[in-house]
């Protein structure tokens, strides 16, 4: 009878170290909401409702300059682009002209060497008619 009771004894501190450290680890766990919720609390009251407008304005008003700072920058992209663009355009437009007026210089002077072929023949023309007027 000895040995049962041994046994029983041993049973119960078998079981109440198993209870004792549920137990144990129950508390940690239930307690990290409300450690949460004290860290929060004690945070909270850090901070008025006027200081988080503050801080809330200050962080709007650096996040609207830096998107303005954003487009500006942009802005002078877009600029740059558009003065190469119409560099381009305009150096293009210039050779274009140079080659037109290349091409009419060449084209005036081969009409002004055919002129006077053209001329010399209304002349012969001219005088054939006042020879057949004076015939006449």
Not at 34 to 53: P, Q, T
Not at 120 to 130: D, E, I, L, V
């Amino acid at each position: 009878m000895g040995k049962l009771k041994s046994y029983q004894e041993q049973i119960q501190e078998i079981v109440e170290k198993g209870i004792n450290a549920a137990e144990e680890q129950q508390k940690k766990l239930a307690s990290k909401p409300f450690d949460y919720a004290e860290k929060l609390e004690s945070e909270a009251r850090e901070y008025s409702v006027k200081s988080l407008r503050t801080r809330y304005n200050g962080y709007s008003d650096s996040l609207f300059e830096q998107l303005r700072s954003l487009n500006s920058r942009f802005g002078n992209f877009a600029a740059d682009l558009v003065a190469k663009l119409e560099k381009e355009a305009q150096d293009a437009v210039s050779e274009t002209a140079d080659e037109v007026t290349s091409v009419a210089q060449s084209a005036k002077a081969a009409a002004t060497d055919k002129k006077p072929a053209a001329r010399k023949s209304t002349a012969r023309k001219g005088a054939a008619a006042k020879k057949t007027t004076a015939s006449a």
